[in-house]
């Protein structure tokens, strides 16, 4: 038999995700807000990093919360919250990118420069120590295409597998990209670091 | 093994996504040329500087009231 203690477990704690999306679905405002308020430095900080740009992201994230106010009716509690709704932001990007007819498998390094390694040079040019604002601002210097796998894999913690499914890329093609932007970032900060 | 190849496959070696044989043969290549561990302290670097960009802390981030200000306008 289950004790009270069981049941209380069982029932989503009062002001947790589960409960705000479900009173938010209900119709009651003041849960929608409260689960705005909790998550908009997630949505907007992952609009940022995959966008490159503060204004676009502002809109990307007034367009996921606005998706997630029609929507939140339908989250069912089979995972978490946070999973669900960074799903859905990372959706809302990528269909910005289609409507900007971002090519995802066509970006590449064409035109630029490969590495080229002479040895005995390599190492005074090496990649100084970087902090995070260095990291991020190369980041955003990033061909969208790179930038999103990149942010999706090192940053997010998705595998491959989920990448090539939310991208409509192949899993290859994921790999080989999260391999260039790696290089390019290192070079991006190297350049930096020359010239400062 | 040379260099091209060996920066090539160095995403794949610090995944510990790559067959034993090749990743030996890297590791050899590793061994004796410093340029090429230099690209895979500085991809590790990258890597792990990314992992705790996650929380976000440090970033710009615009006025939240008036964005849920504009967001309850569109809502109605």
Redesign the interface.
């Known amino acids: 038999m289950a004790t009270v203690a069981d049941v209380e477990t069982l029932e989503p704690a009062a002001d947790s995700d589960v409960d705000l999306a479900r009173r938010a679905a209900e119709g009651e405002d003041a849960a929608f ?1 409260a689960l ?2 909790r998550h ?3 949505v ?2 992952l609009c ?2 995959m966008l490159g740009n ?1 204004t676009e992201a ?1 809109d990307l ?2 367009e996921t ?2 998706n997630l ?1 029609r929507k939140v009716g339908s989250f069912r509690g089979d995972s978490q919250f946070t999973t669900w709704l960074h799903r859905m932001t990372v959706n809302q990007v990528l269909m910005h990118f289609r409507k900007r007819s971002v090519k995802m498998e066509k970006t590449t390094f064409e035109g630029e420069t490969p ?1 080229q ?3 005995g ?3 005074a040019n ?2 100084p ?5 260095a ?2 601002s190369a980041i955003q210097q990033l061909a969208p295409g790179y930038r999103s796998v ?1 942010v999706l894999h ?4 998705y595998e491959h597998e989920e990448i090539s499914r939310m991208l409509g890329i192949a899993e290859g093609t994921s ?1 080989s990209q ?2 260039k932007a ?2 390019k ?2 070079d991006l ?1 190297r350049k930096q670091a020359a010239l400062n | 093994m040379n260099c091209s190849q060996a920066v090539e496959l160095l995403s794949e070696y610090y995944a510990d996504a790559l067959d034993e044989n090749i990743v030996v043969e890297i590791k050899t290549h590793l061994i004796e040329c410093q340029p090429c561990v230099g690209i895979f302290d500085d991809i590790t670097l990258i890597v792990t500087t990314a992992r705790i960009l996650q929380d976000g802390e440090h970033l710009p981030y615009p006025d939240e009231q008036i964005l849920w200000q504009r967001l309850s306008i569109a809502r109605h």
């Open positions: 807000e705005y308020h908009f430095r997630r907007y900080s940022l990093r503060p502002e994230t007034q919360f606005a106010y590495i390694i002479v040895k040079t390599e190492n090496r990649m120590v970087i902090d995070r604002i990291l991020e990149f090192d940053v997010e913690g790999k999260l391999h790696r290089l970032l290192r900060i």
